[in-house]
């Protein structure tokens, strides 16, 4: 079992920035894959970034260039540095880990992009 815990989301304006955090209650040397995804109201979850344990990088093409995931073993921790935030980047976004091939997930944390 893998716990994953969600923090840095809020309510940035256009154009703004944020950063997610996603704390691993196992080592992530010992995850397969970390990723982040999101959902918007209405719309199915979607992929916006996901990074391996042999360290390949894959973004959403509605991401890239904007948003960067990147790991810190140290604290097992996953982030996703998000910059020129725009409204449809409105959701809720969950973090998920691939262990031991299971997926499991965190219950999310809401980002809002409002003016």
């Known amino acids: 079992q893998v716990q994953l815990v969600e923090s840095g989301g809020g309510l940035v304006q256009p154009g703004g920035s944020l950063r997610l955090s996603c704390a691993a209650s196992v080592s992530i040397f010992s995850i397969y894959a970390m990723g982040w995804y999101r959902q918007a109201p209405g719309k199915e979850r979607e992929l916006v970034a996901t990074?391996?344990?042999?360290?390949?990088?894959d973004y959403a093409d509605s991401v890239k260039g904007r948003f960067t995931i990147s790991s810190e073993h140290a604290k097992n921790t996953v982030y996703l540095q998000m910059n020129s935030l725009k409204p449809e980047d409105t959701a809720v976004y969950y973090c998920n880990a691939v262990y031991r091939y299971a997926n499991f997930w965190g219950r999310g944390t809401q980002v809002t992009v409002s003016s």
């Open positions: 990074i391996s344990s042999g360290s390949r990088i």
